[in-house]
Every structure is written in structure tokens, then in C-alpha cells.
């Protein structure tokens, strides 16, 4: 019988993905189609792959209108036909990266618990099931994972700091809160790989001594959301999940929980808030949430790709994992070529890899053909990068010694018809709409930035509106509760330094 | 005051959330999801049953965006705003979409047809300008696309 597989992750879904999967339905009556994630190559989605005797054969971007003619191809033997792309994971895009944590996505059927497990899933779990908590925080410390939701916090070390407190209730809540524009890697993972997350969590689970999880995903994502629930369901039922992990006799559980439409709900303190069913305000730290975090208990906090680099790390050892890297960032990091960009999708790769390799190489330079002006790496808070700095490593260290940041790694590329005060102003008038309310550099001067901004666009006193934009900045760097108005300069600033031609400049009068 | 139908509605939701630890959203969400919007007089009914006062419920409940306080049109048309789709020239597509829906961001039809909205990010940056069009992705889009979709 034939066996296909079509992605059912957003990227495909959004490219028409429903259609050919009926045309496919209807021209090959009795065929086994599997939905499966994305490989990441959104250029390429819907990518339609077949199963051979020599392995899989992919096509893309396929329409539902080419179905008949790749039928009549020979589609289901790997036939030849114009969208032919040859066995995916020699596509160069993909042989070049190195998938750790994305190694099944696009690959495996999400909703089956068998057939992760037949892709290396669960070896991770069994091989914490045999170790004592100390040795599970250990391994991740040693392994030098830091937590991709942006801060780079070192994983183990918050695992240790949550196994140390003593309490009748601890927690583990994966933020999927991925709001940051240009980022989608959450997302992908929790479509096309959902059960490393639930192992990641359960590991994280044994490691600190929590028996209860909630991964709490963003309304936006709807297919993300409805796969979650299914593979919770699944993994219940498969024992990766519930009061006897693979038989161990240990427990762990979780539940989904669904935001609202809140940015500011993907900072770690506004999240818990939100999980207990209030307004998505940050709190002040300390108390960490580590000490002190949901329902006031000890609370691990990790972003989606941080719990599912877990299982890896268990189950082929800290060494394997640090092997790759740069500096102090080890390992991989899935980075998001979003935006205006010819090549996007999802590229993981060792930390070190130079930002102009990913946008140039990987990306292949701008959809529009026209030069690339700026790429903002790290979501709405993260800097305006000219090309002059693409010689900058992936690190953390090493963006922030530029005064950027790599948050969760997304690179959302612009040409050269980029407005750069028009992207200033987004940022402030975006933390004006995002503010939670608490803190009053954030709350109010997210709005000053915005009038300010639009005095300068007027030509209105323009150098000491500079001024005060520099000054406010600096408030808002220094004064805010969370990173919302505490990074809202980085686009700001890096657009004033790096793109002075786009802002008028002090005439006289 | 609210319909009997209604009524229904936020008990059940209430009833199915009883286990639930900060149950609130949950509850918001099923109400939503089964009428459409969080009708004002809802907040009180929940509020009790969570033993919290009405004017958190109120807090709660305007906080964040997703909770409608009046009906969306039929159609739902959400198009993303933010920075991904900007480089792929979401603010023109938006500009091109209000005049030939003949109406703005943030609005219903008169006759209740449709709803425009903005929306921060779809994950579909790859792929922008993207909507979610009665919760159906849409890649790549451009303003007939969007009319299409919801038969104009």
C-alpha cells in the first residue's frame, strides 16, 4: 500500500495543505496519508513525501492542482516529475543542520506514541528513570543547556535551586507563550514532536520532585493547542504519562493550559499569574519563581525548546550535547528565518554559526530580491542588525556585546523598503499595546515614546527629541519590572545607531 | 440579565472546571467558545462560583485580549500586524483589505457579517503575510485573498 506523508503543521496548513490532502484522497483511493510536522522548509510546504523501498522521496511546494499529474508521474513509486525534490534529509538546507531536538519533527506521525518511541523517543526517560535526581540535574548542568526562551538561564541551575526546596507541592510549566514575531519553533515542536515536550517535562518532573505540569500555550495557536491535548491523551495511555512512568512506579502529570491574547503573559512571572486565573501581570523578583512560583509553590519555569533539548541529553549524555557550541552557549539552537526572506523556516544549528551565514546561506538573502537592510533578531525586543554586523556569532555573549540579544532566536529579515523610524515606533506603540500596567516606565512611557517618535518623523525639534528618546530609553531599561519595557530600547536604540539616514536630521530654522 | 440559554452555558462551564486549580480562564474560554463572547452579566455568576469578586472577574476578564464583550461578526478575518509580515508588507495589504471589506481594524460590519482584526503573531512568519481566517490559517495573503476567503 502507499504510504505518503504531508505535513498537517501550520506552515503547510496556511499553503493549502487541506486541499491536497483531498485531491490526494481522491486520486489514490486506499492510500495511508500520514500527517505528519513540518521539516521547517516553509518555502517548500505543503512537501509531500513518499515512502520507497530507498527511503523517502519528497515534492514541494505541491498544489492540489498538480496531484493528477503527480499521480500520473508515479508519484506513489517516487516517480520523476518537476517538484521532485529527492530524498529530503539530503536536501542541502537540511544535511547541513544539526537536528538534536527537532530530529523527528516533520519526520514522525505526532499523534503516535509507537512510532516516536521507534525514533529514539522515551530513551531519555528511561534513562532518568535509573538515575537518582542529583545525577538527572547533573547531567543537564554538565551539558550546558541554557533556557531558549530568550534569557539563557542555565537549565540545571534552576533545577537545582527547585529540587533544594522543601515543599508538599512543586511544579513544571513549559512556557508556549511564543509571542515574539519571526519565532515559531514552539510551535513546529509542539506540532510535528509533541511528546519530547511531555518527556522533557517528565524528566524535568523526577529531577526536581514534581508530579504536576502545565505547558500553557498561546490562543494563537490553535493546531499547536489541539495536538498538545491529543498527545497528553496518548501519552496517558502509553504510560509516558500518569501515576506509573514506563512501569516505574513514579508519577507524573500535566495539563494544557490555553493564554488569551497577552504578550506579556510569555514573561515567566505573568505567566503563573495566568495559569491561576488572574490578570497576566508580572510580579517583582525575587522571590524567584524557582522559590516561589506558581500557586506560591517551587515552580520550574522552561521554554518549549529548553524541556524538549532534555531527552537528548539524557539519553546520549551531557558530552554529546556540549560537543557542539561556541563559548559559553552549548549545543544547538533552533533558529526562525522569518519575514522577508527567501528560505525560511526552521534551521538548528550549533551556537557560533555568523548571523550573515544564516540570513545569506540558509536564508538566501531577501523574498523580494532586493538588498537586505536590517534584520531584528530576538522578537519585537531584540535590536535592528545591518548587514555590516552579519559577521556576528550565534551567542549570547557575543549579541549582547552588541548591544542586541538573540532571544528565541528568530531573524526576521527587511529590504531596503524598510521604514526604520516606522519600526521604532512599532516597538514603543507594540509595548504600549502589550504593557501589562504594572510598572510605570513601561505603562507610560511606551506611549511618551510613541508622541516623541512622531515629533521627530515631523521634523519637530529633532535633536533634543533624540535626546529624550535616549533619555526615556535609559528609564525604561533601567526601571522596568520585565523585559517587555526593559527591552523595548534595543529596537529603539539600534534603529537610531545603525539607521541614522532614516530619521530627519536637525535643520535650521 | 441573562438568557436561560446562557445561563446553560456558564454552568456548565463552571461545572466542568470544579476540579480545576485557577480555573478562571478555562472557564472564560468555554464561555467564549460557546457563545461566541463573555457577555457582561456573566462575571457575577462566575465570580461566585469562584469565590472571588465580581470586579477581579471584571479585571480579569478586560485584561486580555482574546475576551470579546459583544458578539465577532460570522466571518472572522484576524491579520497579523507584527514585524515579520511588516518586512513582507502586511501594512499595505492591511490598507488595501480595510478599503475592499469597507471596514477598519478593530471592526464589525453593520449588518454582522464580518469582523477585521489585528492580531500579533500567527507563528506563520515564514510564510507572511499571514491571517487566521475563521480559524483556518492563510499564508502569503494578500487583500482578494482575504475577500475571498470570507465570499466577497
Excluded at chain 1, 2 to 8: D, G, I, N, S
Excluded at chain 1, 220 to 226: C, M, N
Excluded at chain 2, 129 to 150: E, Y
Aim: proline residues 6%.
Amino acid at each position: 500500500m502507499t504510504r505518503l506523508f504531508l505535513p498537517a503543521d501550520a506552515f503547510a496548513l496556511a499553503l493549502g495543505a487541506e486541499a491536497v490532502a483531498a485531491a490526494l484522497q481522491a486520486a489514490l483511493p486506499g492510500l495511508e496519508l500520514v500527517r505528519t510536522g513540518s521539516r521547517g522548509m516553509a518555502w517548500l510546504e505543503p512537501m509531500l513525501e513518499v515512502a520507497t523501498p530507498d527511503g523517502r522521496v519528497a515534492y514541494g511546494p505541491v498544489r492540489a492542482a498538480d496531484i493528477p499529474a503527480l499521480v500520473a508521474a508515479g508519484l506513489a513509486q517516487g516517480g520523476a516529475h518537476p517538484l521532485r525534490l529527492g530524498a529530503p534529509e539530503a536536501l542541502p538546507w537540511l544535511a547541513r543542520q544539526t537536528r538534536l531536538t527537532f530530529t523527528r519533527c516533520g519526520v514522525v506521525d505526532p499523534a503516535s506514541l509507537p512510532d516516536y518511541a521507534a525514533h529514539g523517543g522515551l530513551a531519555g526517560l528511561r534513562a532518568a528513570l535509573a538515575l537518582p535526581p542529583a545525577e538527572i540535574i547533573e547531567a543537564v548542568t554538565a551539558s550546558g543547556l541554557r533556557g531558549r526562551g530568550g534569557a539563557g538561564f542555565p537549565t540545571g541551575i534552576k533545577w537545582r535551586t527547585v529540587a533544594a526546596e522543601t515543599a508538599p507541592r512543586k511544579f513544571i510549566v513549559a512556557n508556549a507563550d511564543e509571542g515574539d514575531s519571526g519565532t515559531f519553533a514552539d510551535r513546529m515542536l509542539m506540532e510535528g514532536d509533541p511528546f519530547s515536550l511531555i518527556e522533557g517535562m517528565a524528566i524535568a518532573g523526577l529531577a526536581v520532585g514534581a508530579a504536576h505540569g502545565y505547558v500553557y500555550i498561546r490562543s494563537e495557536y490553535p493546531h499547536a493547542i489541539a495536538r498538545m491535548r491529543a498527545a497528553v491523551l496518548a501519552a496517558r495511555a502509553g504510560g509516558l504519562l500518569g501515576p506509573d512512568l514506563l512501569g516505574s512506579g513514579r508519577g507524573f502529570d500535566l495539563e494544557i493550559r490555553v493564554g488569551a491574547g497577552a504578550y506579556v503573559c510569555g514573561e515567566e512571572t505573568a505567566l503563573l499569574e495566568s495559569i491561576e486565573g488572574t490578570r497576566g501581570q508580572v510580579r517583582a523578583k525575587p522571590p524567584l519563581p524557582a522559590i516561589k512560583g506558581l500557586f506560591g509553590c517551587p515552580t520550574v519555569v522552561n521554554n518549549v525548546i529548553t524541556l524538549a533539548s532534555v531527552p537528548f541529553i539524557l539519553a546520549n549524555g551531557a558530552a554529546a550535547y556540549a560537543a557542539h557550541g561556541f563559548g559559553r552557549s552549548r549545543g544547538t539552537m533552533a533558529v526562525q528565518l522569518a519575514g522577508n526572506v527567501k528560505h525560511g523556516g526552521l534551521v538548528e544549528v550549533p551556537f557560533g554559526v555568523t548571523l550573515g551565514e544564516l540570513v545569506l546561506e540558509y536564508g538566501g538573502g531577501t523574498a523580494s530580491g532586493r538588498p537586505v537592510k536590517a534584520v531584528q533578531v530576538g522578537g519585537p525586543l531584540g535590536a535592528y542588525f545591518p548587514p555590516a554586523l552579519f559577521d556576528t556569532p550565534f551567542d549570547y555573549e557575543a549579541f549582547a556585546a552588541r548591544d542586541g540579544l538573540i532571544g528565541h532566536a528568530g531573524i526576521v529579515v527587511f529590504d531596503d523598503t524598510a521604514d526604520m523610524l516606522a519600526q521604532a515606533r512599532f516597538a514603543f506603540a507594540f509595548c504600549a499595546e502589550e504593557s501589562c500596567g504594572k510598572c510605570t516606565p513601561c505603562r507610560i512611557g511606551s506611549t511618551r515614546g510613541v508622541e516623541v517618535m512622531d515629533r521627530i518623523a515631523a521634523g519637530d525639534n529633532v535633536a533634543a527629541n533624540t535626546a529624550l528618546i535616549h533619555d526615556l530609553c535609559e528609564t525604561l531599561k533601567f526601571g522596568s519590572l520585565c523585559a517587555l519595557g526593559g527591552f523595548t530600547p534595543y529596537p529603539v536604540l539600534s534603529a537610531l545607531q545603525h539607521f541614522p539616514q532614516d530619521f530627519p536630521q536637525e535643520t535650521q530654522p | 440579565m441573562l438568557a436561560a440559554e446562557q445561563l446553560r452555558v456558564v454552568e456548565a462551564a463552571i461545572a466542568a472546571h470544579r476540579g480545576t486549580e485557577g480555573a478562571a480562564l478555562p472557564i472564560l474560554h468555554h464561555i467564549q467558545s460557546a457563545l461566541g463572547f463573555v457577555p457582561q452579566a456573566v462575571l457575577p455568576v462566575v465570580a461566585e462560583a469562584l469565590n472571588r469578586s465580581r470586579a477581579e472577574l471584571h479585571g480579569v476578564a478586560s485584561f486580555y485580549h482574546d475576551f470579546r464583550d459583544a458578539p465577532a461578526g460570522r466571518h472572522l478575518v484576524q491579520l497579523c500586524q507584527a514585524e515579520a509580515c511588516q518586512a513582507m508588507g502586511v501594512r499595505q495589504v492591511t490598507r488595501e483589505s480595510e478599503q475592499r471589506l469597507g471596514l477598519a481594524l478593530g471592526e464589525t460590519s453593520p449588518d454582522g457579517a464580518l469582523t477585521l482584526e489585528a492580531v500579533y503573531c500567527l507563528g506563520l512568519c515564514a510564510c507572511a503575510p499571514a491571517a487566521l481566517v475563521d480559524g483556518a490559517p492563510l499564508g502569503r495573503v494578500d487583500a482578494a485573498a482575504l475577500a475571498a476567503a470570507v465570499g466577497r
